[in-house]
């Protein structure tokens, strides 16, 4: 099993641009959820994703969206990227039929902003 | 919206000594999950508490739920070198989607 990977795993972007971070979730998980972790800071939620549908959503501007695929990945968007967007973005996978249930971390993507 | 608040930011200890962390939600919980995150890692899933006033154990880690369902601590006796993270409490409220709004961590020196 290989449980919740993310790709890339590091990335540099000019203020301006847009970005797709992907994530495949831990086998036979249905729920994808993106948090962002500034430095210092604890992970803060963006969106979930739920058969192919953003189900919650926290904060965040309509610069972040989303997408779920039927395989259960998910791509996270950022548009017109800010210096403040540099971060380490998680994703997290869980079972939605399980409502209390840990979730399971990918390594994340570090994303830099110059 | 929910917050969630951790005591204190940070805590520097001995080899040996105990450590405890605190955790406080301004709304009532449905659940509450604690994390630990390794310098350049990922948040690595620890154990999650559901019960009002559960006490739960894992070797030197003692984790509490509050009676209120709105705090939480996490106790580490004789602390090692290994226990060396930043811990989160993460909340979950009652809205029938696992939403987890994390705390601001303490990070353990």
């Known amino acids: 099993d290989a449980g919740v990977t993310q790709s890339p795993t590091h990335l540099i972007k000019t203020r301006g641009q847009q970005v797709t971070l992907r994530c495949s979730p831990k086998s036979g998980h249905d729920t994808v959820s993106w948090y962002q972790q500034a430095l210092g800071q604890g992970p803060q939620f963006i969106f979930q994703y739920y058969e192919e549908e953003e189900r919650q959503r926290g904060n965040f501007p309509d610069r972040f969206s989303g997408h779920q695929f039927p395989n259960y990945s998910s791509e996270l968007n950022v548009n017109a990227l800010l210096l403040g967007d540099s971060a380490l973005y998680l994703c997290?996978?869980?079972?939605?039929?399980?409502?209390?249930?840990?979730?399971?971390f990918g390594q994340g993507t570090r994303l830099t902003v110059v | 919206g929910q917050q969630v608040m951790q005591i204190p930011q940070y805590q520097h200890v001995q080899e040996g000594e105990d450590f405890t962390t605190y955790c406080n939600s301004s709304t009532t919980l449905s659940n509450i999950q604690w994390y630990k995150q390794r310098p350049g890692g990922h948040p690595v899933f620890l154990i999650q508490l559901v019960k009002s006033g559960e006490v739960k154990k894992q070797k030197r880690l003692t984790f509490q739920f509050g009676e209120a369902k709105k705090n939480s601590s996490l106790h580490i006796t004789a602390t090692q070198t290994t226990d060396v993270g930043t811990y989160f409490c993460a909340g979950d409220e009652d809205t029938g989607f696992q939403k987890l709004v994390f705390g601001t961590g303490t990070r353990l020196l």
């Open positions: 997290a996978s869980s079972f939605a039929s399980l409502r209390d249930t840990e979730a399971f």
